[in-house]
């Protein structure tokens, strides 16, 4: 069975590629994500709060050194330690490259356009086969436009795109009013790919302390739908990579976002929950079921589903809707 897959450009043996998370920071972990049948990592994200940080604490050393103030040297930490965020990525993501066989990419993650889109450079200087880039953005300022919270997004990408030549893939949130035209302005600059879709981690409200307090769910199978149906229609409109990250579990989902369209799917909470394992599991499930439909090759089920190719196309649309609520019947003795 030839599983192989075309992802921003590389070549890669298989469609599950492990997700940016702790998993993909430690070497140990990754050397058993690839043993394990993981076609390329995508390391956790380096920061624009923390890049941030690391440059005003740069600017500060720099001044207190210019301004003389010899006697509180001492106190101030060595260059070494301001530097650190930035090397710590380059090394590991360094020694990546050295240890693996498999394509890493490294990932940016930050709201703005400024100065620390700069280290996308360092990454591709450092190794790395590809960037992506998360912008996770809560648009909560209630003057701000749609159209403006979508050019954040392009200006963002382009100022990282003029900084590299290695392909950027664009993980963004499903939470946009046109997500179709979004993703081809993205394309027209320069994506070579977008990861749909982000999951935004929702803050609870604790009822004993009335706090407002961070949660980190992971997701389960129930997630993977909402892209499925986004990459379907999304297929004939671009040409660029799709990649799903959420709800990617099980061979099932793989399947069906491969049969929706997607060039590759991406694991973190099936990992997280299951460990490495999972991916040599899930290979062994999607080749028994390709060769079962008598498939040849992912190449030839991709997208043999999507919107462009579906028999019902117009079932990814509202279509069913009032079908679907018709024809609910609840449990009886529900309401007696
Ligand atoms: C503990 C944890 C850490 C994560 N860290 C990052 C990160 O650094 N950068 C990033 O882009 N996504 C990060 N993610 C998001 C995942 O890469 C993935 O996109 C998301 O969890 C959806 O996929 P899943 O349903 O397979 O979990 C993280 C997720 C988890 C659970």
């Excluded at 050295?98 to 993650?109: F, G, H, R, T």
């Excluded at 912008?135 to 979508?150: C, F, H, L």
Aim: hydrophobic content about 40%.
């Amino acid at each position: 069975m030839d599983l192989s897959t075309d992802y921003l450009g590389l070549k890669l043996k298989n469609p599950i590629v492990a997700s940016s998370s702790p998993l993909t920071w430690e070497l140990d972990k990754v050397l058993t994500l690839q043993d394990a049948g993981a076609a390329a990592i995508v390391m956790p994200s380096m920061f624009e709060e923390q890049i941030k940080n690391e440059q005003e604490q740069m600017d500060c050393f720099i001044h207190q050194q210019s301004l003389g103030h010899s006697e509180v040297e001492n106190y101030h930490p060595s260059l070494i330690d301001y530097e650190e965020y930035l090397d710590k990525y380059t090394r590991r993501l360094q020694l990546f490259k050295k240890e693996l066989d498999i394509p890493v990419i490294a990932s940016l993650n930050g709201i703005s356009n400024g100065g620390w889109v700069e280290y996308a450079h360092e990454l591709q200087e450092a190794g790395a086969d590809a960037l992506e880039l998360n912008v996770y953005y809560i648009a909560s300022d209630p003057d701000e436009s749609s159209n403006t919270v979508e050019q954040r997004y392009i200006d963002i990408l382009t100022a990282v795109h003029q900084q590299v030549q290695i392909p950027v893939c664009v993980k963004l949130s499903s939470q946009f009013s046109s997500i179709i035209p979004l993703v081809k302005r993205l394309q027209q600059s320069g994506a070579s790919g977008v990861s749909l879709f982000n999951r935004f981690y929702q803050p609870d409200i604790d009822l004993d302390s009335l706090n407002i307090v961070p949660s980190l769910k992971l997701s389960d199978s129930s997630s993977a739908l909402l892209r499925i149906r986004w990459v379907a229609m999304l297929r004939q409109h671009v040409s660029m990579t799709l990649s799903i990250t959420g709800g990617m579990h099980n061979a099932e989902d793989v399947l069906k976002g491969l049969l929706a369209g997607a060039d590759v799917t991406c694991m973190c909470s099936a990992l997280l929950d299951n460990g490495a394992e999972h991916i040599s599991q899930t290979l062994q499930q999607v080749t028994q079921w390709m060769e079962e439909k008598e498939y040849l090759s992912v190449k030839q089920l991709k997208g043999s589903l999507s919107y462009a190719k579906a028999i019902n196309p117009a079932a990814f649309e509202r279509a069913n809707y009032l079908e679907i609520l018709d024809n609910y019947s609840y449990a009886a003795g529900v309401m007696v």
